[in-house]
């Protein structure tokens, strides 16, 4: 498709989409090509700059935060099980000794997050939101 922008002998500009140049003419030499605004038949194109898509630019560099945060990020997940939504239910079976003690990370709402500290279980929150896991 082809995008033109027009312009009828009223000096009203709109736009048109075709499926070639010679679709177009053809078009256009019927009649079908009309302004939006006055509906004049008598159009043309405009002058247009074609659109040219950007180079592809290099990632820039981390800085220094971002850095550290992925560094954190891969720490914690190369060193801990990620339980997704099971970790408020995981880290208060954990802290009661019902089940076996280990690193996990997942995800809770902020206020089961504060109902863990206030029952002293020792959970901080993590400066990422986790990666989903599919299996």
Known sequence: MIRYALRCDQGHDFDGWFRSSEAFETTRAAGHVACTQCGSAKVEKSLMAPAVPAA?????????????????????????DYVGLKFVDEARAMHEGRAPSRAIHGEARPDEARKLIEEGVPVAPLPFIPRQKTS
Do not use: C
């Open 56 to 80: 592809k630019q290099a990632e820039p560099a981390q800085n220094p935060v971002e850095a550290a945060l992925q560094a954190l990020r891969q720490q914690v997940e190369a060193n801990s």
